[in-house]
Each structure stands twice: as C-alpha cells, then as structure tokens.
C-alpha cells in the first residue's frame, strides 16, 4: 500500500530536490499549503537545515550540508517504513539506461555536429534532427511511466513525473523548443534531473556514480 509523506519531511525535500527556490515554488513541489511551507522552511532554518539568500534579483531557499543529511535521515526511515527499499533499487536499476539515453537526447538537442566542428551548435534549422530526438524523448517518456507508477506505489511523493514529462514534450512538439532543456521551466531536463535527484536522495546514492 502506498504512502503519503509528513508535511515536514516534504517541505525539506522539495528544497533538495529543486535545488534552490522559493516558498511557493516549493509548496506547489508537492501540493502543500504556502503558510504551513513558510513555518516549516522557517523551522528548517532555525535548526540550520536550510539557507534564504537573496542575489541578483533572485530569492529562494537551499539546502545545507547538515539539511541534507537529516533530509536522507528522513528519507530512510520513510522508505524503511514503507517496506519499499528492495523495489526503489530495483526501479533505480531500470531507470539508468533510460537516464543515458535522455542525456543523449539533451546533447542532440544542444549540438548537431558539422564537418569541421564536433560541437557545433544545434541552430534547429534541420526539422529531421529535431524530430528524430524528440522521437528519442518520447521513447524516454513511455518508458518512464511504469517506472512511476511502481514508485508511486510505495511512496505518493513520487508521483507526477511521467505526467509532467509528457506535458514538457507536449510543449516542445508544438514548437516551443525550450521545454526540451530549460532550466527555468519545468522542462523535459529538469522534471528527468530532479527524479534523478529523487532517487539518489532516497537511496543515499552518490550522484557522480549514479
């Protein structure tokens, strides 16, 4: 049976798993209430889990070193509770071939190479690149969706990224490119690095090496 998260515990990881943000991009993370995120990110901070900084015009919160180990603490001790570890693992093992071949696609996206130049940029003038790496990604996305769902079957928090990935792909088919990789919108790139994020939390993974 799935679980649902303390309000606690996901406040803190939206924080990880966003990297730096606002309180209401951090409430919409995982749905929760804006006052109940601030008491919590302001909680968070008193006990020197998280950071507010405010720099060139952006303001939002992050992680410390102290929040991310009590972050996978929590983590742990859900996953433990939940009798979900052995499935998680099994799902982290599916997802790194997937993981390579979306890589792949973002570099496509990014470069098509030249006679000359192996780094050339993609200036997106030849329709039949494109569409081959968003064909790419759509094999990606399908592939994705059982992987969320047996997620989302221990944990509820793991819910979403299948449905937010195809509405990136949807955006970038109707000729918005940008949802392939931005960083600033939740793009195909980012809703895949922050599941990345996810999973390497939850498992205590290190990221370089997974």
Do not use: K
């Amino acid at each position: 049976m799935t679980r649902d998260s303390a309000p606690d515990l996901l406040a803190l990881h939206a924080v990880r798993i966003s990297g730096f943000a606002d309180t209401l991009v951090l409430a919409r993370r995982f749905g929760l209430d804006v006052a109940l995120t601030a008491e919590l990110l302001a909680d968070g901070a008193a006990r020197g889990w998280v950071e507010h900084a405010d720099f060139a015009g952006l303001a939002g919160w992050s992680l410390t070193e102290s929040g991310r180990a009590e972050n996978e603490r929590l983590l742990a001790a859900e996953l433990d509770e939940a009798g979900g570890e052995g499935e998680v693992r099994a799902v982290h093992r599916e997802f790194l071939p997937l993981n390579a071949r979306l890589q792949r696609a973002c570099t496509d996206w990014q470069l098509r190479p030249a006679e000359g130049d192996r780094l050339a940029v993609n200036d997106h003038r030849d329709p039949a690149w494109d569409a081959r790496v968003l064909a790419g990604l759509a094999a990606v996305g399908a592939g994705l969706g059982p992987l969320a769902g047996r997620l989302t079957a221990v944990l509820t928090r793991f819910g979403g990224y299948d449905t937010r990935f195809a509405t990136a792909l949807e955006r970038a088919r109707a000729g918005d490119g940008g949802w392939v990789d931005r960083t600033d919108v939740d793009s195909c790139h980012r809703v895949w690095f922050e599941l990345h994020e996810d999973l390497v939390a939850t498992l205590r993974l290190d990221r370089g090496a997974a």
